[in-house]
């Protein structure tokens, strides 16, 4: 809400739009306004463009660092929790410069440094530990975002807070959103063996009582709206 909230009643059927890294097309499914020939959604994962493709919006599997788009192409540009996963934030940054006209709204929001801090405690536990995302970092972002100074973008921080049944449906949870706890060693998750491992220390953790497990969430906001 915090990244939609300011355009959310300004959206209008000439503009062009994308919402890079879509998932399952949620920001599509949340606005009104635009036109769905008009609205591209971009994500990497197949499986994630066959759901998104159900709000009948222009869909496409394609990198953030190379898009197949015109220069001065888009009015809005759009992206929620997926630019983490860039391997090169600075790249991503160019091509919205490159493909975004010069009067462009831009709002982009994603994870940061400092974000699922709660798990580094449970690797404590483990013979073999959780491998966490290295998200970026407020410098990385600091340097990215000169790419964009031109569109007049601010940038702000928030911490956000989810809360799970237990560790294990965190975890799950995570994984069902891309962001993957892998062993070091096989690279996935391991199966009930590895599950049963976690929840034992859960519950160390909390003295063997049954209690939430709770993340947090490091979050940068990008926009000039």
Request: aromatic share 10%.
């Amino acid at each position: 809400q915090d990244l939609i909230s300011p355009f959310k009643d300004k959206i209008h059927k000439e503009q062009n739009i994308i919402d890079l890294g879509c998932g399952n097309g949620t920001l599509a499914n949340i606005l009104n306004g635009y036109d769905p020939q008009k609205f591209y959604q971009i994500d990497i994962a197949k499986e994630m463009c066959d759901l998104a493709r159900q709000n009948n919006c222009q869909t496409k599997k394609a990198d953030f660092h190379n898009l197949p788009f015109t220069e001065n192409k888009f009015d809005l540009i759009l992206s929620a929790s997926s630019l983490q996963w860039s391997y090169n934030l600075d790249k991503c940054f160019q091509e919205i410069k490159r493909f975004a006209k010069d009067n462009a709204k831009i709002a982009i929001c994603f994870f940061v440094a400092g974000s699922l801090s709660e798990l580094s405690k449970i690797n404590k536990l483990l013979t073999t530990p959780i491998e966490i995302h290295k998200f970026p970092t407020k410098q990385h972002i600091s340097s990215a975002h000169k790419t964009l100074s031109r569109f007049g973008c601010k940038i702000s921080y928030k911490k956000y807070q989810e809360e799970f049944p237990n560790l294990i449906s965190c975890l799950k949870g995570l994984k069902a959103i891309g962001a993957r706890a892998k062993n070091n060693k096989d690279q996935k998750f391991l199966g009930k063996g590895f599950y049963g491992n976690l929840e034992n220390c859960d519950k160390i953790l909390h003295n063997n009582q049954k209690q939430n497990f709770k993340i947090s969430w490091n979050v940068v906001i990008i926009k000039n709206i």
